[in-house]
């Protein structure tokens, strides 16, 4: 089970990344999703007297149609009492300046790296997907990317990080990033790793999207426990420990320690919206028990899709 929260926490990345999600294209009529929110009130314990005005951390998730989101009418008050909008990027992360950031190293191509029925399988996926010949050159998270992530390539496909930052520019707020893109991280994950999550993509979409639901469910049920619990289920293969492991210290854990910085900058300063993928906020590791341990108010508001 963890495993395929690996997935759906790399979908998180992509924009967030590799992603738990059937490998297929979104549909062009966009669909409409009410909407629950996991959030916090955070306030830096100097100003719980009120002199500092309280800043908002959400955590996201994505759907692989993209819907337009209809969020709990408190998101609005939320945002409407914020006077700046941080994301993770303020552009997709599948995008880079450096082309090379893409492909494998020269001398290596990914069909060497795979059995051949992996390869064959890919290769199919690839065709129903309309992806170009040069796969056996991408790297195998960027492959994943292609397969599952329909922002890259439709512009009306909006992860729901960036449908609330075209919330918040509507409600001229002023708009930052915490990274300028991800594919660092990306490319510091073992190739060998990548494969296997590229494998997984292609081979198990049925159960990906099962599990998408699910967790989709949980996070509009407004309940942070039940949906945390949803997504830290434990695997008890011990190479898949290993790999979990490996996978949390690079893609979350660390990414976190540079962002907390910046976070708590914007924090002390009030009036803040913050939204970034959920897998960085839960856990004993996570954005919020941080906070926690250094002192600031932190106050569960997460509401329901349907309540306010």
């Known amino acids: ?34 909407t629950g929110l996991i959030c916090w009130r955070v306030i830096p314990a100097s100003g719980d007297d009120g002199s500092i005005k309280p800043s908002y951390i959400a955590g996201t998730i994505h759907s692989l149609t993209h819907p337009e989101y209809v969020f709990n009418p408190l998101i609005d008050e939320v945002m409407s009492s914020c006077e700046v909008f941080v994301l993770e990027s303020n552009r997709s992360n599948a995008i880079s300046s450096d082309a090379s950031d893409y492909f494998l190293p020269e001398n290596v191509k990914l069909k060497d790296l795979m059995s051949e029925k992996n390869w064959q399988k890919l290769v199919e996926a690839c065709r129903k ?24 390539s439709r512009k009306e496909s909006l992860i729901m990080d960036h449908f609330l930052r075209d919330k918040a520019l509507k409600r001229y707020m002023k708009v930052y990033n915490l990274e300028t893109m991800a594919t660092f991280a990306l490319n510091k994950y073992p190739i060998e790793a990548q494969i296997e999550e590229l494998v997984r993509t292609v081979s198990n979409s049925t159960e990906f999207e099962t599990k998408e639901n699910e967790i989709t469910a949980f996070y509009n049920s407004g309940d942070v426990k039940k949906f945390a619990g949803a997504l830290f289920k434990k695997d008890n293969d011990r190479k898949q420990k290993i790999m979990d492991a490996r996978f949390d210290k690079i893609l979350i854990e660390d990414r976190n320690e540079l962002w907390l910085p910046a976070i708590e900058k914007y924090v002390n300063e009030g009036a803040c919206f913050i939204a970034v993928g959920a897998a960085h906020l839960l856990g004993d590791n996570g954005i919020i028990e941080s906070l926690k341990k250094k002192g600031y108010v932190v106050k569960d508001v997460s509401v329901s899709a349907l309540k306010k």
């Open 1 to 34: 089970m963890k495993k395929i929260f690996n997935l759906f926490i790399t979908s998180l990345l992509i924009g967030m990344f590799f992603t738990l999600l059937t490998p297929v294209r979104c549909i062009c009529q966009t669909p409409r999703s009410v």
């Open 129 to 152: 997907n309309n992806i170009d010949g040069s796969i056996e050159s991408y790297m195998p998270w960027y492959l994943c990317a292609l397969l599952t992530r329909p922002e890259i």
